[in-house]
């Protein structure tokens, strides 16, 4: 019997190969957690293609309120800020994930978690931290660490030659986007120049500042 493995997964290139990698790379069964916290993602889209890709199980747990209630209101009225205007978005958004996950590995009797937190960032930090703080016992495993694939484009080939689709993935984008209902978040790629200009695309939930009308308007 292969030993399971719970993993934080997001739907995104970095999680998607962590399912391949942990199944087929190390024998674990894996179990996929999914925490809606309001992105505009369907999480039923994302758990199929968790099973597509070998996950046997996917939980969704929706922590829309817990974050909310619990982490988004907490900072606001603590007016949490990083570096002159960004609203840590991403960063509030690993509490209710790994919240959900330990909840779920319990009901489960797992003791093996997984995350595809990129290498270079504070995010592995987080989601570690977080685990040994909610559940001491639990191991873990950070798959991007340990895997030959180095770039993004590298991760996204292999990933089409697992599921034997060229198209598969075909609406990539060369950065990170993170989305809950506190804010969006886009990271890496080439926002790490300091003189990239962000495409239209970005602009989510607000409005690229050109295309902004000149007047006010009155909203009743």
Known sequence: MRRKVILAYTGGITTSLCIHYLTHYMGLEVIAYVADLGGRRDVK????????????????????SYFVENVAFHALRA?????????????????????????????????????????????????????????????????????????????????????GDEDAFRDIRDYSLDENLWGTTFSFGPLKD?????????????REPRRAPNKGETVE
């Not at 509030?92 to 994930?97: A, N």
């Not at 779920?104 to 270079?120: C, D, F, K, Q, T």
């Not at 300091?194 to 607000?206: G, H």
């Open 45 to 64: 889209e994302i758990s199929a293609n968790a099973q597509r890709l070998g996950a046997t199980q996917v939980h969704i747990s929706d922590m829309k």
């Open 79 to 163: 007016g949490a800020e990083f570096a002159n205007g960004f609203f840590l978005a991403r960063a509030m958004s690993s509490v209710p994930i790994i919240l959900g996950l330990v909840n779920i590995a319990e009901e489960n009797h797992i003791r093996l978690a997984a995350h595809g937190s990129p290498v270079a960032s504070n995010e592995q930090v987080r989601f570690e931290n977080l685990l040994a703080s909610l559940s001491p016992d639990m191991e873990f495993i950070s798959p991007p660490r340990l895997w030959p694939w180095k770039t993004r484009e590298s991760m996204v080939e292999h990933l089409k030659t697992v599921l």
């Open 194 to 206: 300091s003189w990239f200009e962000p495409p239209e695309e970005m602009y989510r939930i607000t």
